[in-house]
């Protein structure tokens, strides 16, 4: 169990109360979560970090800080961005409960990332397109914004729970072949457009909403490594002018 919860990374995006990251490491602590990733916080190391940790301060000293939300999840096999609104997304909505069984499976095949945003904006939209699934923690639909840190709480309780059953229950498949990391789709969705471009399927001028749609197609999908590299391959046999693919020369 500590295996998979020792791979769910908590990535707070804008934090602009450093008391609320001292409750956030709190609230991982007492879960049995301890990797914490902040982007761009407004102000850490900070005296109020550190007095709410309240004895989780080696997860603020360990806890890594980077400007771009790319770099904090680069390496993951699933990011589940937060949202205390539904707006409209065309990646599926978890409830607590299937998102945290999901993350703890996942996480038997690498890095897993639960990203929260800013205490006054949320994520931005961009933001929300890295995620490849979101989730919502249920609330009285007239007050739907929680807390960060109890935001946090509430998904690290839902993983630990989902842990502990799996511990007793059902053991993940063996076997199960990798799923691409968040680098390895960006990279497919860069190839995608060059290629796009290329066969003028895809005017630079007016892009429209096209590579969100089709970035939203293959994230739903949940594409493995080697699902990835054969789209690759297929794109680069295009780039070339298609044809035979070759044999000897
Ligand atoms: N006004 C913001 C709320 C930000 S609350 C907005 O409307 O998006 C700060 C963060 O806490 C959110 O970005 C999200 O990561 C988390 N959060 C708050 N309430 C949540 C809820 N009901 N479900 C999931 N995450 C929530």
Same mark, same amino acid.
């Given at each position: 169990?500590?295996?998979?919860?020792?791979?769910?990374?908590?990535?707070?995006?804008?934090?602009?109360?450093?008391?609320?990251?001292?409750?956030?490491?709190?609230?991982?602590?007492?879960?049995?979560?301890?990797?914490?990733?902040?982007?761009?916080?407004?102000?850490?190391?900070?005296?109020?970090?550190?007095?709410?940790?309240?004895?989780?301060?080696?997860?603020?000293?360990?806890?890594?800080?980077?400007?771009?939300?790319?770099?904090?999840?680069?390496?993951?096999?699933?990011?589940?961005?937060?949202?205390?609104?539904?707006?409209?997304?065309?990646?599926?909505?978890?409830?607590?409960?299937?998102?945290?069984?999901?993350?703890?499976?996942?996480?038997?095949?690498?890095?897993?990332? =639960?990203?929260?945003?800013?205490?006054?904006?949320?994520?931005?939209?961009?933001? =929300?397109?890295?995620?490849?699934?979101?989730?919502?923690?249920?609330?009285?639909?007239?007050?739907?914004?929680?807390?960060?840190?109890?935001?946090?709480?509430?998904?690290?309780?839902?993983?630990?729970?989902?842990?502990?059953?799996?511990?007793?229950?059902?053991?993940?498949?063996?076997?199960?072949?990798?799923?691409?990391?968040?680098?390895?789709?960006?990279?497919?969705?860069?190839?995608?457009?060059?290629?796009?471009?290329?066969?003028?399927?895809?005017?630079?001028?007016?892009?429209?909403?096209?590579?969100?749609?089709?970035?939203?197609?293959?994230?739903?999908?949940?594409?493995?490594?080697?699902?990835?590299?054969?789209?690759?391959?297929? =794109?680069?046999?295009?780039?070339?002018?298609?044809?035979?693919?070759?044999?000897?020369?």
């Amino acid at each position: 169990m500590e295996d998979q919860l020792g791979r769910i990374r908590v990535v707070l995006v804008g934090t602009s109360h450093p008391g609320n990251i001292g409750s956030v490491a709190r609230a991982m602590k007492a879960m049995g979560l301890s990797d914490l990733v902040l982007v761009d916080p407004q102000r850490f190391p900070a005296a109020e970090a550190t007095a709410l940790a309240a004895g989780a301060d080696d997860l603020l000293a360990r806890a890594r800080v980077l400007t771009r939300l790319e770099d904090a999840v680069a390496d993951c096999v699933w990011v589940v961005g937060t949202s205390a609104r539904r707006r409209g997304h065309s990646v599926p909505v978890f409830d607590p409960e299937p998102a945290a069984r999901e993350l703890i499976a996942r996480a038997s095949g690498g890095s897993v990332a =639960l990203v929260f945003g800013r205490e006054s904006s949320g994520l931005t939209n961009a933001e =929300l397109d890295r995620c490849t699934a979101l989730v919502q923690i249920p609330t009285d639909p007239g007050f739907s914004s929680l807390n960060l840190a109890a935001a946090v709480q509430v998904l690290a309780y839902a993983c630990r729970t989902a842990a502990l059953v799996g511990d007793s229950g059902s053991a993940p498949g063996g076997g199960v072949e990798r799923h691409a990391t968040q680098a390895e789709m960006e990279a497919l969705f860069e190839h995608y457009q060059r290629v796009l471009v290329q066969i003028e399927f895809l005017d630079p001028e007016k892009p429209r909403h096209l590579m969100r749609r089709l970035r939203h197609l293959y994230q739903r999908a949940g594409l493995t490594a080697n699902e990835v590299r054969i789209l690759r391959g297929i =794109l680069t046999h295009t780039e070339r002018g298609g044809g035979r693919p070759r044999t000897g020369s």
